[in-house]
């Protein structure tokens, strides 16, 4: 790697005011990671909970995966499973 003289590895290289705003968007990062794990925690609790009512925690996965799908897509990707389905003699 040749030497770059515009390049400096010195902490001076950001100015103190980037340095702040680096900081804070650091910050913000992390605290953001914290939430994410928070509710990550509280999703684990709830879908335990509609395993301990005997719901079906794979199905209850599916069912949300496909709810957030767009309901046209959702459909062509019906129809098309089950045309293939229908090809390999499954329905």
Known sequence: MADDA???SSPDVLNSAAQGRLRTI???IER???DKAAV???M???FAEAKGEGY???ILRKVIRIRKQDKAKRQE???I???YLSALGEI
Do not use: H, N, T
């Open 26 to 28: 650091i910050e913000r």
């Open 32 to 34: 953001l990671e914290e």
């Open 77 to 79: 990707e019906d129809a």
């Open 6 to 8: 515009s390049f400096d």
């Open 81 to 83: 499973l089950d045309l």
């Open 56 to 58: 079906d925690v794979k």
């Open 44 to 46: 684990k609790e709830v």
């Open 40 to 42: 990550m925690a509280d």
